[in-house]
């Protein structure tokens, strides 16, 4: 089975959220209807093109893995189908996120992949990748501040946008994420 490609985006080499921020400019350049084929070498853009496609209306129709590029496919949607992502309403900074540390009542998801997570990630954070969330949603306690932390507020943003659909109400997102992070860190 093979799929038509309208457009090729070589986006490898790039980390996040680089390739979602050139597959929106490419998308805007094609019709609707038409595929656009992006590759990445960014293990997180499995769950970036899925998160990006869902939160925008776009159709996410697939990814395959060759050696270390990943190929992502994605159908560009009528404007009918479509929509832009939406910031979640409630954003809390790097800073405000240290001086909770202590605090037993909060829980801080980290949803960047796991290689990212291992080198650096905040103490006690909980690695649950973008792409598993759904799956994993049941392991949150509803009950928790919960503060979702990605590299850049990106990813960050589209599943604290998931967890409040499914009935989270105390769901922060915090930016500007680990790529500015000068807080007290662990790794394993």
Partial sequence: MSIKVNKVLDAKGLACPMPVVKTKKTMDQIEPGEVLLVEATDRGSLADMKGWAKNTGHQYLGSKEEGDVLYHYLRKSDPSETSEIEEFPHVTSNEDLINKLDDENITVIDVRE????????VPGAVSIPLGELEERMGEIDKESEIHVICRTGNRSN???????????DKVFNVKPGMSEWDGPTENK
Avoid: D, I, K, T
């Fill in 158 to 168: 589209m599943a604290a946008q998931q967890l409040a659909e499914n009935g989270y």
């Fill in 114 to 121: 796991p290689a990212e997570y291992v080198f650096s990630h």
